[in-house]
């Protein structure tokens, strides 16, 4: 069988990512939240990715500043004449953390372990290729195969952020079906074991968490020079906004992201500090309602009309103006600017129109008297709790800006902030919610990476939940999103992906499962002494070359 070699060379890279540097010295970074486990398969926070995403390493990787794809812990990645198969080769020595080889036996479990349906990883949809899952198996000590049930449309990216687990520490977890509660973080740091170009040296809750050069990595830089550049990287929990613009300005952390667009302009202005605007990511914020809560509520959310009209009486620029200070962007789907290549403006428009939104209140049976409640067909007031992040600011001063707007059409929202492992847990879990304000940042720009938000038996299909008790029926467009992911998923031809997820975008808009709202640009500041600090549009944002940082002049 003829072979096609499919990533042969790494790709081109902006200049800051070539710049070599010096070996040595330590970085302090901040972030909001803290990690929820230190277990590569569990993840579902954008905090406890960021930090796995360098303790962890995959076979093929995505570069997150050129979003192509690049050579990891595979030497060589090549695909089947009939698009169905890969073999997958691990470069020679290959270590993990502890000094034990990394084999293709590590490969074949971290595969099982994530196609596991009693694991329930977050990441398994996407392993699934036409409604069938992938099989891994080994060919020797150093290669795979790659079983595909059908042609894979983004080719190598499907081995993307799937980090690579090691068999003779997690194995044990796995047999005895407690893998998810492996690795917390309580866990003892000589037990977690990574293959990333950092390692777990001391995690102190509430702090911080330090990590440490590991020198076991494989990757080299241009001269030869083992990666990475630092001794150490420390992440500092830093939750409240203004300690962190502080602790910026007076240098206790180096470098942070996600930043207040209030806070900005003064690090614009700061000649110590490099504030980076990295323009539209793609992360989209929305409000979305529970199908399976009880009646009346329950039934109010599975009304078109309903969803359509709080869709129109939400004043989205009024949140990208008062949010983020018009670094945002108001959002039609899914799709944010920052994704150009699979945006669509074909999509069902619901701009701000309170007028509007009555008028679909009215059509649904619903009624208000002049300025009163607005109450449903059976006399019932229309209110509900709102579920929101307590930790994160931008999204309680969106909550509270919906509030007022529903408010005006004569809903009554309760605000319910809460904390962020709480609200996952009634959301993904218990179902004990009404509805709730959640964000969602696309680790690819490729729609594959979204299987499991929008086809219904995905682990994040959250107003519908496949695996809850009391998952309601899929309605007709349901069905349809699921045969065109499928499409877009295993079409040979770009041009006919393309058409599937745009019709995808049309179905979402039209049936308004969600409620899209605003995506914020990525902001970010570091020393202007860091080098190779290039904030990228998608996320890690600040470490997705945490190797490659270094300090031009030396800093302890």
Aim: hydrophobic fraction near 40%.
């Amino acid at each position: 069988m003829v072979a096609i070699f499919v990533v042969a060379t790494t790709a081109m890279l902006p200049a800051a990512d070539h710049t070599m540097g010096k070996a040595g010295g330590a970085l302090v970074v901040a972030q909001t939240s803290e990690p929820k486990t230190f277990n590569p398969a569990m993840p579902v926070d954008q905090a406890t990715r960021d930090v796995l995403s360098v303790l962890s390493a995959d076979l093929v990787h995505i570069n997150r500043l050129t979003l192509r794809t690049e050579l990891a812990l595979a030497k060589s990645c090549v695909l089947s004449a009939d698009g169905r198969h890969y073999t997958v080769t691990l470069r020679d020595g290959l270590r993990f953390s502890d000094g034990t080889p990394i084999t293709a036996d590590d490969v074949v479990f971290s595969f099982k372990v994530y196609l596991d349906e009693k694991v329930n990883s977050p990441q398994r949809d996407v392993l699934m290729v036409d409604d069938k899952p992938i099989a891994v198996s080994k060919l020797s000590t150093l290669s795979v195969r790659v079983d595909l049930p059908a042609p894979y449309a983004p080719g190598d990216r499907l081995f993307d952020s799937f980090w690579i687990l090691p068999r003779h520490k997690l194995e044990r977890s796995f047999i005895e079906g407690k893998f998810a509660q492996a690795w917390t973080v309580g866990t003892p740091s000589e037990e977690l074991v990574s293959a990333g170009p950092f390692r777990v040296k001391q995690y102190q809750p509430g702090q911080r968490l330090i990590l440490e050069r590991n020198p076991y990595y494989w990757k080299h830089d241009e001269a030869g020079q083992q990666l990475p550049y630092l001794e150490r990287l420390e992440v500092a929990f830093v939750p409240d906004q203004n300690a962190m613009l502080l602790r910026l300005l007076s240098h206790e952390i180096s470098a942070a992201s996600r930043l207040r667009p209030e806070d900005f302009a003064r690090l614009e202005q700061t000649p110590t500090l490099s504030a980076r605007d990295a323009g539209a990511g793609l992360e989209y914020n929305f409000l979305f309602f529970n199908w399976s809560a009880p009646a009346p509520s329950g039934n109010w959310f599975r009304t078109l009309k309903f969803r359509q009209a709080v869709a129109r009486a939400v004043d989205r620029e009024s949140i990208v103006r008062l949010v983020y200070q018009g670094r945002g962007s108001s959002l039609s789907s899914q799709v944010t600017p920052g994704n150009r290549l699979w945006r669509t403006d074909s999509v069902s428009d619901y701009s701000y129109d309170p007028g509007r939104a009555a008028q679909l209140l009215r059509d649904a049976g619903f009624r208000r008297d002049g300025s009163g409640p607005l109450v449903d067909r059976d006399g019932h007031p229309v209110e509900f709790s709102l579920m929101v992040s307590a930790s994160n600011q931008a999204r309680r001063k969106m909550a509270t800006l919906i509030q007022e707007d529903l408010g005006q059409v004569g809903i009554r929202v309760r605000l319910q902030p809460t904390e962020f492992g709480v609200m996952t847990d009634a959301v993904l879990k218990t179902r004990k919610f009404e509805g709730a304000l959640w964000g969602i940042v696309s680790g690819d720009a490729d729609p594959n990476s979204e299987m499991n938000v929008w086809t219904s038996g995905g682990t994040l299909h959250v107003w519908n939940l496949k695996s809850s008790a009391g998952v309601q029926p899929l309605e007709p467009w349901e069905n349809e999103v699921d045969r065109l992911m499928s499409v877009q998923m295993t079409a040979t031809s770009p041009a006919a992906r393309k058409i599937a997820y745009d019709k995808v975008q049309q179905l979402v808009t039209a049936n308004v499962p969600v409620v899209f709202l605003a995506s914020p640009h990525v902001l970010a500041a570091g020393d202007r002494d860091l080098g190779n600090f290039e904030p990228a549009a998608t996320d890690p944002v600040l470490l997705w070359n945490a190797d490659r940082l270094f300090w031009q002049r030396r800093k302890s």
